[in-house]
């Protein structure tokens, strides 16, 4: 697993392709010839943009769900609905389809932000409104979510 680093601004042109930035294009680099799958998040407003190696593994993990579960058959076609390949052009460009530039309301300006393993791909104001902890205590979720995790010796979670 790559772990991506930065966000990253830029704009969308008329035809929903989005010029990816240099320094993530260059992390990347080594998932360019085997393309990458964009989505739709499960949890926000964004695309997710998997690297094609990181979504092998996780279909990987959803392969192994029982399909004779309704809640299994019923998640995996949410969680692939609107699914699709793409590349990134010579230019370094995006191609984003219409249905999930109108999924995730890009207008103009574009956040790509790494989120680990994958990048997030959002409309700057939603990005905005999603990090300016207006619904969320970030200190509280913090400790909640990683509060109890110290497995390294170093003190460090």
């Keep these: 697993m790559n772990t991506i680093v930065g966000t990253y601004e830029c704009k969308v042109d ?12 260059k992390q990347l680099a080594s998932s360019l010839q085997n393309g990458f799958v964009l989505k739709r998040s499960v949890f926000q407003p964004c695309l997710e943009l998997y690297p094609m190696q990181e979504w092998d593994a996780m279909m990987a993990k959803i392969n192994k769900l029982n399909r004779f579960v309704k809640k299994n058959n019923d998640f995996i076609r949410r969680f692939t609905a609107g699914v699709k390949v793409i590349e990134i052009d010579a230019l370094g460009r995006v191609l984003v389809p219409k249905d999930l530039v109108s999924f995730a309301s890009i207008s103009k300006d574009v956040v790509f932000s790494s ?12 990005y905005e409104k999603s990090i ?3 619904d969320m205590d970030f200190a509280d979720l913090a400790e909640e979510v990683m509060g109890n995790l110290n497995d390294d010796d170093n003190g460090i979670s």
């Design 14 to 25: 008329a035809k929903g392709r989005l010029l990816m930035p240099a320094p993530l294009k």
């Design 115 to 126: 989120a680990v393993n994958i990048v997030e791909i959002w409309d700057k104001d939603l």
């Design 132 to 134: 300016s902890g207006e």
